[in-house]
């Protein structure tokens, strides 16, 4: 029963191509910012940024968002921004332009958000620096080398530091998402992708020495519900 759940599974999801557009892809979008909100996951990055930024007197932030998707995590930050008086310039990365097209049609009331649609593996990507870099629900999409490879050098564009907000792999994870997503889920990508998600997801130990193959020591990690990793980075150039 568990040996599924042994080692990181390479199966591609559907979301992963990048050619993806139209109804399924805005339905998909629609859905996940409810799990999202539903399951409390865009709180746990919240929270990450929130002890990064806590008791420091700046107030003007730039934050990254790598795999945006529909902005609803830029939307939670810049509320929350707006309600402390601090100044974000908040910028959601995915590399799906027509992604980028819902986002910036769905974060429109919120002009502290803008959207590019880019390659974090490109030169263009690694030539940019922000205060915060965050991922959410994000990384588990690249192989434990590639992930190696992009820390090394994602470590020097933050100034401040890195958010992680990623799935635990685990055999409950997996038949809880599969199930709620068969039930409730109007998408064939929500219902394909939800679950696969959880079986290329990390145990502690395997996100703990990516970081460290990446030259990353300063960390702490916790594991939040619903079976999520949180994982702020403390990442000073």
């Known amino acids: 029963m568990f040996s599924r759940f042994?080692?990181?599974?390479?199966?591609?999801?559907?979301?992963?191509?990048?050619?993806?557009?139209?109804?399924?892809?805005?339905?998909?979008?629609?859905?996940?910012?409810?799990?999202?909100?539903?399951?409390?996951?865009?709180?746990?990055?919240?929270?990450?940024?929130?002890?990064?930024?806590?008791?420091?007197?700046?107030?003007?932030?730039?934050?990254?968002?790598l795999g945006c998707g529909?902005?609803?995590?830029?939307?939670?930050?810049?509320?929350?921004?707006?309600?402390?008086?601090?100044?974000?310039?908040?910028?959601?990365?995915?590399?799906?332009?027509?992604?980028?097209?819902?986002?910036?049609?769905?974060?429109?009331?919120?002009?502290?958000?803008?959207?590019?649609?880019?390659?974090?593996f490109s030169m263009e990507f690694q030539q940019r620096n922000y205060d915060i870099i965050l991922g959410t629900l994000f990384y588990h999409h690249f192989t434990h080398d590639t992930l190696v490879d992009f820390f090394s050098k994602l470590k020097h564009q933050a100034g401040t530091g890195l958010v992680i907000n990623d799935i635990h792999r685990h055999w409950l994870a997996f038949h809880s998402i599969r199930l709620l997503?068969?039930?409730?889920?109007?998408?064939?990508?929500?219902?394909?992708?939800?679950?696969?998600?959880?079986?290329?997801?990390?145990t502690k130990q395997e996100l703990a020495d990516i970081l460290f193959k990446a030259g990353i020591q300063r960390f702490r990690m916790k594991w939040k519900w619903a079976f999520r990793w949180q994982v702020i980075c403390t990442v000073i150039s």
């Open 70 to 120: 529909g902005g609803d995590m830029l939307k939670r930050l810049a509320d929350w921004g707006r309600k402390n008086n601090l100044t974000l310039k908040l910028t959601g990365i995915d590399a799906n332009p027509h992604i980028i097209d819902f986002a910036k049609s769905n974060c429109k009331a919120y002009p502290e958000i803008s959207f590019e649609a880019l390659d974090i």
């Open 181 to 202: 997503t068969k039930v409730f889920s109007k998408s064939a990508m929500v219902k394909f992708d939800a679950p696969l998600s959880v079986l290329r997801a990390f």
């Open 6 to 65: 042994q080692h990181r599974s390479h199966q591609i999801e559907i979301m992963d191509d990048l050619q993806c557009s139209g109804d399924v892809v805005n339905q998909t979008l629609r859905e996940l910012e409810f799990i999202n909100r539903w399951l409390g996951g865009n709180a746990v990055t919240l929270e990450g940024i929130k002890q990064l930024t806590k008791g420091q007197k700046k107030k003007a932030w730039s934050i990254a968002d």
